[in-house]
C-alpha cells in the first residue's frame, strides 16, 4: 500500500472511531451527573447580555482587540520575510500547549497562538467589565471564559498543531487511530464524562508499588478499615498519630512510593502511625451523613487506637477534607469535656468557607437542587464526576493535554505515581456530599457557634484550645491559603501557621530530600493582623516543612516507649496493609 493511501485509510478509520465514541458519549451522558459546566454556562450568557447593553464599551473594546491583531497580523508577514533563524517569540512560561518548536519558529503558527492569547485576554476583560453582575455569577462568568479560552486553543485543533500533523505524516495516520480508541474506551470509563486517561493501566499495584509502608489492618468497620503500621525504630514516642485522609480522595496520596511517602517518613521518625482508610460508598450507604465521619468514623478508631496502644489522647492530622472533619472533632469533643487530642495538624484544609476560591464557581443553590437530585437516583456521586470538577479547575494541564497526547497524538501516558492516585477516585455518598456541600460551603456553618451540630452536639471553633499546625499551600487551588488562614481566627489555642509552596497535592507531598519549594512561618511575638501581612512579614525557610513540623510535634509526642507492633495491643492483625477497602474502585484502570 502507498504511504498517501495508508494515510488516507487511517483517517478514514479514525474518523469512524471518533464517531462511534461520540454516539456512545451522547448515549451515556443522557445518565451522567449534570456537567461541571453546565451550572456555569448561565452566568457567562448573562455577562455576555449585560454586555450588549453598553453598545459604545462593546464597540471600543472590540476596535482595540481589532488593533491588536492587527499588529500580530504585521508582526507575522514581517517575520515570514525574515531569513530562517530570526530570534523567535517564546510562549508564556511553562505553558505545555505550546512546547513544540515551530509554535516560536514559524510566523503564522506564532500568530495563531499569540492572536489566542490576545482573544482570551479579551475575552476575559470583556467579562470582568459586564455591568451589574453579582460577584458570584461574575466569577462564574469568568471562569468559564477561561474554560473556553483553553477549549479553543489552536493547539487542541488536530488541523492547526504542527506536532500533530507532523506525527500524523510520519506514522501515516497511526496516531489519530490509537487516539480515537482510546477515546471510546475514556467514553466508556467515564460513564458519560470524557475523563482523559492520565496514566498507562496498571501501571502501579497497591500494595506493590504504591500504598506499600508495611503495616496491619487492625479494625474495620463498615465506613473504614484502621490501619496500625509496623515501627522501624528502636523506640518510638508514647502518643500515637492518628491520620485521618480525606473521604473526597485515596489516602495513598500520603503513602505513594517508599521516597516519596509521607507515612513511611513519619515511621521512621519514631511515630506509632495510625491511619483511616475510608470505604468508597456505594448506594449502602446513601443515608450516611457528614456526622457519620465523626460517630461512625474518628470516634470508633480513636477507641480502637486506645485498645490497641493503652494511649487515650493522640496526636491527630488531618489532610484536606479530613481536616474539616478533625476540626469539627475538636469542638465536638471540646463541648462534651473530652480530652482526646493532646495537639492536632491540619494540612490544605478548610474550616471557614466564605473565600472557597474556584470550586465556589460550583456551588449556589440551584446547582446543588441538581447534584441532590442527580446523587438521590444513585445514592452516591460517581468518582468521575469530582473528578472532573477537580481537573477542570487546571483544565489546561489536567484536561486538554492529556486530550491532546493521548487523542491527536496516539501518546500512551507516562506512569506518574500522582497522576496513577488522581485517576483512582471515590464515589461520595449522598447524603454527607450534600451536607458538605451545603452547610459548610454554601451557609458556612462549620464557623458560626453553634449552628452546626454533630450527634446533637452544637459544634462552636472557639471551644478549640489544643495546639494547632496549620499548613497551607501557596498555589492551592482547592484550599487556597487565604481560606485555610481563617482557621486563626476561630480557634482559641495556640496555631502555627506555615505555608508550603507549591499546590494541594505537590506541597504536601514534599519530603526533605527534593528541596524544592521551602515554606514560610511567621516569627514575631504578635500575631499578623491579616493574611496579607502574614505574607509581608513571614520568613523563608528552605527545604521541607516536614522538618519544621516534627519539631513542633516531637514536644507534644511524650516520652519514648519501646516500639508497638501491629497486634501487640488487644486488637489483632486482620489482614496486611493496605486492605481491601482502598482497592475498591469507582473507575476502571
Given amino acids: 500500500m502507498e504511504p498517501h493511501e495508508e494515510l488516507a485509510e487511517n483517517l478514514g478509520r479514525a474518523m469512524a472511531l471518533g464517531s462511534q465514541a461520540l454516539v456512545r458519549w451522547r448515549e451515556l451522558s443522557a445518565q451522567a ?326 470550586l465556589g464557581v460550583f456551588i449556589d443553590p440551584a446547582q446543588l437542587e441538581r447534584l441532590e437530585d442527580t446523587m438521590r437516583q444513585r445514592g452516591y456521586l460517581e468518582g468521575s464526576a469530582l473528578m472532573n470538577t477537580f481537573n477542570l479547575l487546571r483544565a489546561g494541564d489536567l484536561l486538554w493535554s492529556f486530550a491532546v497526547d493521548g487523542y491527536l497524538l496516539g501518546r500512551e501516558p507516562s506512569p506518574l505515581d500522582f497522576l496513577y492516585w488522581n485517576s483512582d477516585p471515590t464515589r461520595l455518598p449522598a447524603r454527607a456530599h450534600a451536607t458538605y456541600l451545603r452547610e459548610l460551603y454554601l451557609r458556612n456553618r462549620l464557623v458560626q457557634p453553634g449552628a452546626l451540630s454533630f450527634g446533637g452536639v452544637p459544634l462552636d471553633l472557639r471551644r478549640i484550645q489544643v495546639p494547632l499546625y496549620l499548613l497551607a499551600a501557596r498555589e492551592d487551588h482547592i484550599a487556597p491559603a487565604r481560606s485555610v488562614y481563617q482557621a486563626t481566627r476561630h480557634v482559641s489555642g495556640p496555631v502555627r501557621f506555615v505555608l508550603a509552596g507549591s499546590g494541594h497535592v505537590a506541597g504536601i507531598v514534599h519530603p526533605p530530600a527534593t528541596g524544592r519549594y521551602g515554606y514560610r512561618v511567621w516569627e514575631r511575638d504578635e500575631p499578623a493582623p491579616s493574611f496579607q501581612a502574614w505574607q509581608e512579614g513571614a520568613r523563608e525557610y528552605p527545604g521541607s516543612w516536614w522538618t519544621d513540623w516534627d519539631a513542633w510535634l516531637v514536644p507534644h509526642a511524650g516520652p519514648h516507649t519501646p516500639p508497638r507492633p501491629p497486634g501487640g495491643g488487644e486488637l489483632v492483625p486482620l489482614e496486611p496493609a493496605p486492605g481491601r477497602y482502598v482497592r475498591v474502585r469507582a473507575m476502571a484502570e
Fill in 33 to 358: 451527573p449534570p456537567d461541571a459546566l453546565e451550572g456555569l454556562r448561565g452566568a457567562f450568557d448573562e455577562a455576555l447580555r449585560r454586555l450588549a447593553t453598553e453598545p459604545e464599551r462593546l464597540a471600543a473594546a472590540n476596535q482595540e482587540l481589532g488593533e491588536r491583531l492587527g499588529r500580530l497580523w504585521e508582526d507575522a508577514r514581517r517575520r515570514s520575510q525574515e531569513p530562517p533563524g530570526a530570534a523567535p517569540t517564546r510562549p508564556a512560561r511553562g505553558d505545555r500547549r505550546y512546547r513544540d518548536a515551530a509554535w516560536d519558529t514559524h510566523p503564522w503558527l506564532d500568530l495563531l497562538r499569540r492572536g489566542h492569547q490576545v482573544g482570551a485576554e479579551w475575552l476575559q476583560q470583556m467579562v470582568e467589565h459586564a455591568p451589574g453582575l453579582e460577584p458570584h455569577t461574575a466569577r462564574q462568568a469568568r471562569f468559564f471564559a477561561r474554560q473556553l479560552s483553553d477549549a479553543l486553543s489552536p493547539a487542541n485543533s488536530p488541523l492547526l498543531n504542527p506536532e500533530v500533523l507532523r506525527t500524523t505524516l510520519e506514522t501515516r495516520g497511526r496516531n489519530l487511530v490509537r487516539g480515537m480508541e482510546r477515546l471510546r474506551e475514556d467514553v466508556e470509563r467515564g460513564q458519560g464524562l470524557l475523563v482523559p486517561r492520565m496514566v498507562p493501566p496498571r501501571a502501579f499495584q497497591l500494595g506493590r508499588d504504591l500504598a506499600a509502608t508495611p503495616g496491619e489492618v487492625i479494625y474495620e468497620a463498615p465506613l473504614f478499615q484502621l490501619i496500625q503500621y509496623r515501627p522501624t525504630t528502636t523506640c518510638v514516642y508514647r502518643r500515637p498519630l492518628v491520620i485521618i485522609p480525606p473521604w473526597i480522595n485515596k489516602y495513598y496520596v500520603l503513602d505513594l512510593r517508599p521516597e516519596n511517602s509521607f507515612i513511611r517518613w513519619a515511621v521512621e521518625h519514631g511515630y506509632t502511625v495510625f491511619l483511616l482508610s475510608w470505604a468508597n460508598p456505594d448506594e449502602r450507604f446513601a443515608d450516611l451523613d457528614l456526622e457519620d465521619y465523626l460517630l461512625q468514623g474518628l470516634v470508633p478508631a480513636l477507641d480502637a487506637v486506645e485498645r490497641a496502644t493503652g494511649e487515650r489522647q493522640v496526636l491527630a492530622l488531618g489532610y484536606c477534607s479530613g481536616g474539616t472533619l478533625l476540626a469539627a472533632a475538636l469542638a465536638w469533643w471540646a463541648a462534651r469535656g473530652e480530652e482526646r487530642v493532646q495537639c492536632a495538624t491540619l494540612l490544605a484544609a478548610q474550616v471557614d468557607f466564605s473565600d472557597p476560591g474556584d
